[in-house]
Protein backbone atom coordinates (compact mmCIF):
# COMPACT_ATOMS: atom_id res chain seq x y z
CA UNK A 1 0.00 0.00 0.00
CA UNK A 2 1.27 3.82 -0.17
CA UNK A 3 0.10 6.26 2.81
CA UNK A 4 0.35 9.64 2.10
CA UNK A 5 0.11 12.01 4.91
CA UNK A 6 -0.11 15.48 3.97
CA UNK A 7 -2.31 18.95 3.95
CA UNK A 8 -4.61 20.81 2.36
CA UNK A 9 -6.35 24.36 2.77
CA UNK A 10 -9.96 23.53 3.98
CA UNK A 11 -12.38 26.68 2.48
CA UNK A 12 -15.18 25.14 5.03
CA UNK A 13 -13.06 25.16 8.01
CA UNK A 14 -10.77 28.17 7.06
CA UNK A 15 -7.35 26.54 7.26
CA UNK A 16 -4.98 24.06 6.67
CA UNK A 17 -6.45 20.58 7.81
CA UNK A 18 -4.39 17.55 7.80
CA UNK A 19 -5.08 14.12 5.73
CA UNK A 20 -3.87 10.97 5.84
CA UNK A 21 -4.45 8.72 2.68
CA UNK A 22 -3.95 4.53 2.26
CA UNK A 23 -4.24 3.83 -1.67
CA UNK A 24 -3.10 0.12 -3.02
CA UNK A 25 -0.06 0.05 -4.69
CA UNK A 26 1.58 -2.98 -6.44
CA UNK A 27 2.22 -5.14 -3.17
CA UNK A 28 -0.36 -7.45 -3.61
CA UNK A 29 -3.41 -5.07 -4.73
CA UNK A 30 -5.69 -6.77 -7.30
CA UNK A 31 -6.81 -3.29 -8.53
CA UNK A 32 -3.96 -0.65 -9.49
CA UNK A 33 -5.65 1.86 -11.62
CA UNK A 34 -8.88 2.52 -9.70
CA UNK A 35 -11.40 3.94 -9.16
CA UNK A 36 -10.93 2.44 -6.06
CA UNK A 37 -13.35 1.51 -3.50
CA UNK A 38 -13.16 4.34 -0.30
CA UNK A 39 -13.05 3.98 3.56
CA UNK A 40 -13.24 7.21 5.54
CA UNK A 41 -11.96 6.29 9.07
CA UNK A 42 -12.96 8.64 11.65
CA UNK A 43 -10.89 8.91 14.67
CA UNK A 44 -11.73 9.46 18.26
CA UNK A 45 -11.70 12.37 20.89
CA UNK A 46 -8.04 12.78 22.00
CA UNK A 47 -6.57 11.06 18.51
CA UNK A 48 -5.52 12.67 15.40
CA UNK A 49 -5.89 11.47 11.79
CA UNK A 50 -2.98 9.41 12.23
CA UNK A 51 -3.65 7.54 15.24
CA UNK A 52 -5.32 4.54 12.64
CA UNK A 53 -2.63 4.13 11.36
CA UNK A 54 0.11 3.80 13.82
CA UNK A 55 -2.16 1.75 16.47
CA UNK A 56 -3.77 -0.58 14.04
CA UNK A 57 -3.62 -3.01 11.31
CA UNK A 58 -5.24 -0.81 8.87
CA UNK A 59 -2.80 -0.56 6.23
CA UNK A 60 -2.92 -4.90 6.26
CA UNK A 61 -6.69 -4.89 6.14
CA UNK A 62 -6.70 -2.44 3.30
CA UNK A 63 -4.56 -4.12 1.56
CA UNK A 64 -6.54 -7.37 2.17
CA UNK A 65 -9.53 -5.41 0.81
CA UNK A 66 -8.25 -3.80 -1.93
CA UNK A 67 -9.86 -0.62 -0.44
CA UNK A 68 -8.83 2.98 0.30
CA UNK A 69 -8.41 4.50 3.41
CA UNK A 70 -9.20 8.57 4.24
CA UNK A 71 -8.41 9.30 7.85
CA UNK A 72 -9.22 13.09 8.40
CA UNK A 73 -8.43 15.46 11.01
CA UNK A 74 -11.55 16.85 13.00
CA UNK A 75 -9.97 17.99 16.73
CA UNK A 76 -12.78 17.02 19.72
CA UNK A 77 -15.71 18.81 16.94
CA UNK A 78 -17.77 15.55 17.49
CA UNK A 79 -18.13 15.57 14.08
CA UNK A 80 -20.41 18.20 14.51
CA UNK A 81 -20.53 22.00 13.02
CA UNK A 82 -20.31 23.33 16.18
CA UNK A 83 -22.32 26.33 18.11
CA UNK A 84 -19.50 28.40 18.56
CA UNK A 85 -16.48 27.13 16.59
CA UNK A 86 -16.06 25.14 13.10
CA UNK A 87 -17.93 23.71 10.69
CA UNK A 88 -16.71 20.10 10.29
CA UNK A 89 -19.87 18.23 9.85
CA UNK A 90 -20.13 20.04 6.53
CA UNK A 91 -16.11 19.75 6.04
CA UNK A 92 -16.61 15.84 6.34
CA UNK A 93 -19.54 15.11 4.87
CA UNK A 94 -19.29 17.70 1.71
CA UNK A 95 -15.44 19.24 1.23
CA UNK A 96 -13.15 16.28 2.21
CA UNK A 97 -14.95 13.55 0.08
CA UNK A 98 -15.28 16.09 -3.11
CA UNK A 99 -11.71 16.86 -2.13
CA UNK A 100 -10.40 13.29 -1.99
CA UNK A 101 -11.77 12.94 -5.21
CA UNK A 102 -10.19 15.27 -6.96
CA UNK A 103 -6.91 14.29 -5.82
CA UNK A 104 -7.54 10.59 -5.70
CA UNK A 105 -8.61 8.14 -8.03
CA UNK A 106 -11.52 6.63 -5.51
CA UNK A 107 -15.04 5.44 -6.98
CA UNK A 108 -18.00 7.78 -6.80
CA UNK A 109 -20.63 4.47 -6.03
CA UNK A 110 -22.23 3.99 -3.05
CA UNK A 111 -22.09 0.56 -2.82
CA UNK A 112 -18.14 1.24 -2.88
CA UNK A 113 -18.07 3.75 -0.37
CA UNK A 114 -17.74 2.82 3.86
CA UNK A 115 -17.76 5.34 6.93
CA UNK A 116 -16.18 3.83 10.44
CA UNK A 117 -15.05 5.42 13.24
CA UNK A 118 -14.15 4.65 17.17
CA UNK A 119 -15.46 6.40 20.18
CA UNK A 120 -16.61 10.12 19.20
CA UNK A 121 -15.65 8.90 15.46
CA UNK A 122 -17.90 5.67 15.95
CA UNK A 123 -21.00 8.98 16.86
CA UNK A 124 -19.41 10.68 13.37
CA UNK A 125 -19.65 7.13 11.08
CA UNK A 126 -23.21 6.72 12.41
CA UNK A 127 -24.42 10.05 12.19
CA UNK A 128 -22.84 10.82 8.71
CA UNK A 129 -24.39 7.02 7.50
CA UNK A 130 -27.71 8.24 8.78
CA UNK A 131 -27.86 11.72 7.50
CA UNK A 132 -26.65 10.31 4.13
CA UNK A 133 -28.26 7.06 3.65
CA UNK A 134 -27.82 6.89 -0.64
CA UNK A 135 -23.99 7.35 -0.18
CA UNK A 136 -22.36 4.54 2.28
CA UNK A 137 -22.65 0.88 1.49
CA UNK A 138 -22.00 0.24 5.33
CA UNK A 139 -21.36 1.90 8.34
CA UNK A 140 -18.90 0.75 11.34
CA UNK A 141 -18.94 2.28 14.79
CA UNK A 142 -16.71 1.06 17.39
CA UNK A 143 -17.39 2.23 20.96
CA UNK A 144 -19.21 5.22 19.82
CA UNK A 145 -19.57 7.98 21.90
CA UNK A 146 -23.25 8.07 21.81
CA UNK A 147 -25.80 10.07 24.42
CA UNK A 148 -23.02 12.02 26.69
CA UNK A 149 -23.25 15.56 25.50
CA UNK A 150 -27.18 15.23 26.02
CA UNK A 151 -26.95 14.18 29.53
CA UNK A 152 -26.03 16.85 31.89
CA UNK A 153 -26.00 13.99 34.65
CA UNK A 154 -23.26 12.41 32.88
CA UNK A 155 -20.05 11.86 34.78
CA UNK A 156 -17.60 13.00 31.80
CA UNK A 157 -19.34 16.37 31.82
CA UNK A 158 -19.19 16.82 35.18
CA UNK A 159 -15.34 17.26 33.97
CA UNK A 160 -15.34 21.50 33.68
CA UNK A 161 -12.84 21.05 30.69
CA UNK A 162 -15.27 18.13 29.05
CA UNK A 163 -17.89 20.42 29.83
CA UNK A 164 -16.94 23.97 28.49
CA UNK A 165 -16.16 22.03 25.46
CA UNK A 166 -19.82 20.16 24.73
CA UNK A 167 -21.20 23.82 25.33
CA UNK A 168 -18.69 25.41 22.12
CA UNK A 169 -19.98 22.43 20.02
CA UNK A 170 -23.33 21.84 20.79
CA UNK A 171 -24.26 25.27 22.78
CA UNK A 172 -25.07 25.82 26.12
CA UNK A 173 -28.06 23.85 26.49
CA UNK A 174 -26.35 21.03 25.05
CA UNK A 175 -29.29 20.42 22.18
CA UNK A 176 -29.66 17.46 20.51
CA UNK A 177 -30.35 18.93 16.78
CA UNK A 178 -31.93 16.46 14.34
CA UNK A 179 -28.94 16.24 12.35
CA UNK A 180 -27.39 14.28 15.98
CA UNK A 181 -30.40 12.64 16.93
CA UNK A 182 -29.12 9.42 16.33
CA UNK A 183 -32.50 7.02 16.87
CA UNK A 184 -34.81 9.73 15.52
CA UNK A 185 -32.73 9.14 12.19
CA UNK A 186 -32.89 5.54 12.04
CA UNK A 187 -36.47 6.04 12.77
CA UNK A 188 -36.81 8.12 9.75
CA UNK A 189 -34.11 5.50 7.70
CA UNK A 190 -36.52 2.73 8.44
CA UNK A 191 -39.40 4.35 6.55
CA UNK A 192 -37.23 4.13 3.30
CA UNK A 193 -37.50 1.29 0.94
CA UNK A 194 -34.88 -1.58 2.23
CA UNK A 195 -32.50 -1.46 -1.23
CA UNK A 196 -32.40 2.06 0.37
CA UNK A 197 -31.27 1.72 4.27
CA UNK A 198 -27.76 1.69 5.25
CA UNK A 199 -26.23 -1.35 6.63
CA UNK A 200 -24.64 -0.82 10.03
CA UNK A 201 -21.67 -3.47 11.72
CA UNK A 202 -21.63 -1.60 15.47
CA UNK A 203 -19.40 -3.11 18.31
CA UNK A 204 -18.63 -2.51 21.84
CA UNK A 205 -16.46 -3.95 24.79
CA UNK A 206 -18.03 -5.38 27.86
CA UNK A 207 -15.70 -3.71 29.76
CA UNK A 208 -16.15 -0.05 28.15
CA UNK A 209 -17.87 2.82 29.97
CA UNK A 210 -19.67 3.62 26.77
CA UNK A 211 -21.33 -0.06 27.14
CA UNK A 212 -25.00 0.61 28.52
CA UNK A 213 -25.07 3.80 25.87
CA UNK A 214 -24.42 1.79 22.67
CA UNK A 215 -26.54 -0.95 24.08
CA UNK A 216 -29.39 1.59 24.62
CA UNK A 217 -29.37 3.25 20.58
CA UNK A 218 -28.91 -0.03 19.17
CA UNK A 219 -31.80 -1.13 20.74
CA UNK A 220 -33.86 1.80 19.48
CA UNK A 221 -31.91 0.53 16.09
CA UNK A 222 -33.57 -2.50 16.28
CA UNK A 223 -37.05 -1.12 17.16
CA UNK A 224 -37.61 -0.14 13.37
CA UNK A 225 -35.41 -2.97 12.23
CA UNK A 226 -32.83 -1.17 10.83
CA UNK A 227 -29.93 -3.47 9.11
CA UNK A 228 -27.41 -4.33 12.07
CA UNK A 229 -24.92 -6.73 12.77
CA UNK A 230 -24.14 -5.73 16.86
CA UNK A 231 -21.10 -7.31 18.70
CA UNK A 232 -19.88 -7.43 21.83
CA UNK A 233 -16.68 -9.09 23.57
CA UNK A 234 -14.57 -8.91 26.31
CA UNK A 235 -12.71 -5.45 25.95
CA UNK A 236 -12.09 -2.10 27.39
CA UNK A 237 -12.17 1.33 25.89
CA UNK A 238 -8.33 1.40 23.81
CA UNK A 239 -6.87 0.04 20.53
CA UNK A 240 -6.66 -3.74 21.05
CA UNK A 241 -10.19 -3.64 20.57
CA UNK A 242 -10.66 -1.00 17.69
CA UNK A 243 -8.14 -2.99 15.95
CA UNK A 244 -10.47 -5.85 15.90
CA UNK A 245 -12.92 -4.09 15.19
CA UNK A 246 -12.17 -2.66 11.92
CA UNK A 247 -11.03 -5.94 10.68
CA UNK A 248 -14.49 -7.51 12.03
CA UNK A 249 -16.12 -4.78 9.96
CA UNK A 250 -14.03 -4.87 6.56
CA UNK A 251 -14.64 -8.97 6.66
CA UNK A 252 -17.98 -8.57 7.57
CA UNK A 253 -18.79 -5.66 4.11
CA UNK A 254 -16.39 -6.88 2.12
CA UNK A 255 -15.87 -10.30 2.78
Given at each position: ????????Y??E??????????????????????????????H???????????????????????????????????????????N???????????????M????????????????????G??????????R?????????????????????????????????????????????????????M??????????????????????????????????????????????????????????????????
Open positions: MAYFKGEFSKLGLDTGVGVIIPDSRGAKNLSGPYRVLYLLGRGDANGSWARLTSIERYALEHDIAVVMPEVQHSFYCDMKYGMYFSYVSKELPARMHNFRLSTKRQDAFVMGLSMGGFALKLGLNFPGYAGVGAFSSAVGVFADKSDKFLQNKHNYNEHVAIFGPELEVTEVDDLAALAGKSLLPKEKQTKFFVTCGLQDGLLANNRKLMDEFKKVNLDLEYREWEGIHGWDFWDESVKQALDYFLG
